[in-house]
């Protein structure tokens, strides 16, 4: 009996045997490292003792309590709650060399990067000049400016070098519209605009404050990613509950948080327009808690709400000042014109608005929301 022919066997008689595979080259050993110098390692990671530490000169305000020279901030709210006039107020009371809500303001130069409401700077920065200030080292860029863009930045540092700002402080109005293509809830882009604010601040040794909005929880705090709370140096709140506003400290690495400070709008009157409208803006004037706790409070719905915003329409279209014993500046509405203007807009069956809108404004004035005499009507 034959034997089964054996494959390999017939495969080396026709082909030859197969070459050898090559052995595996060793792999390559990285060079040694030269030996490092004594003076190279303590270059790298130098060693100081307790007294050289504490010897360092201790960290230096720009507003004591509140604001650190070196320092990235953020001041927020919502909107129509007041800070950006805050923002403002601060800016003026560093350049006048006053305090800031009782707190000492060391008097410095301020750049405002002002890139929202520019429709509105020049009555803003007026209104606060006739109420005393005089802000001759505030200076203002109204030019678009984007994080993001290392040419901007660039840009920015060369402009406060040339113009010899220094150790001072940047408010940058806003961060939302500074961060032109990113995503403000995206931790990478976050990063990239907060990246950019320390360049800006290492570079010019300014503080930098930038102005900024809630979410729509306001609870929540400052819109956007969380990494920008956890990267700031401190954080100014500000909210508003009907007229009362109030701002304090919630993140502070050396001042003192957690103090509400109230604070109200001031409307002052600048002229009057091509069509003869009355021009205002408002300034801040800080409150102290008493007074601020004595004022009314006022409605959050229900006809009252609604009697009260529709009011504050008519007063701010009013040409009528000062009537009845109402302080000179204080725009007035008579009470009957009112109660027709309004009435309509209340949800209601038709016979009864007049009646609800009466007793809406009973109960305002009753409450001091609103006040009322010889039938004329005016905001206390």
């Known amino acids: 009996m034959l034997a089964a022919p054996d494959p390999a066997a017939e495969v080396r008689r026709l082909f030859g045997a197969p070459p050898a595979r090559p052995a595996p080259a060793p ?21 100081h003792s307790i007294d050289q530490i504490a010897s360092r000169p ?68 007026q209104a606060r000049r006739k109420r005393g200030g005089n802000g001759n080292r505030i200076r203002f860029i109204t030019a678009p400016v984007a994080l993001n863009y290392v040419d901007d930045i660039e840009a920015l540092i060369a402009t406060a070098r040339d113009a010899g700002i220094c150790d001072g402080m940047i408010v940058l109005d806003t961060l939302n519209a500074s961060m032109v293509g990113l995503d403000e809830n995206s931790s990478a882009d976050m990063g990239r605009a907060v990246a950019a604010l320390k360049r800006l601040r290492d570079e010019t040794g300014c503080a930098v404050m930038t102005i900024h909005h809630s979410g729509k929880d306001a609870s929540k705090g400052l819109r956007g990613h969380s990494l920008l709370h956890a990267a700031m140096d401190s954080v100014i709140e500000v909210t508003r ?15 003192v948080d957690g103090i509400e400070h109230p604070f109200r709008l001031d409307v002052v009157e600048l002229g009057t327009d091509d069509d003869g409208d009355l021009v205002t803006s408002c300034v801040v004037v800080p409150e102290d808690d008493a007074k601020s706790a004595t004022r009314p409070k006022l409605p959050k719905g229900g006809n009252q709400r609604i009697v009260y915003d529709a009011l504050g329409e008519l007063l701010r279209n009013s040409r009528d000042f ?40 009973t109960g305002l004035i009753a409450s001091r929301a609103i006040e009322h005499r010889e039938g004329w009507l005016w905001l206390p």
């Open 27 to 47: 792999a390559a050993k990285s060079p040694p490292r030269p030996p490092e110098t004594a003076s190279k390692r303590e270059r790298r990671y130098p060693l």
């Open 58 to 125: 201790l960290a230096r305000y720009i507003v004591k309590n509140v604001l650190m020279r070196d320092s990235i901030s953020a001041l927020f709210g919502p909107s129509g709650s007041g800070k950006t006039f805050l923002g403002y107020h601060l800016a003026f009371a560093l350049s006048d060399s006053e305090d800031f809500f009782g707190y000492r303001g060391a008097p410095c130069d301020i750049w405002v990067i002002s890139l929202e409401g520019e429709s509105g700077l020049a009555q803003r920065v």
């Open 241 to 255: 509950d009907g007229d009362r506003r109030s701002w304090k400290l919630i993140k502070s690495k050396d001042g």
């Open 322 to 361: 000062g009537k009845a014993g109402a302080p000179a500046p204080r725009p007035c509405v008579e009470l009957e014109a009112a109660v027709e203007n309004i009435a309509p807009r209340l949800a209601v069956e038709v016979k009864r608005k007049v009646e609800r809108t009466r007793q809406a404004f």
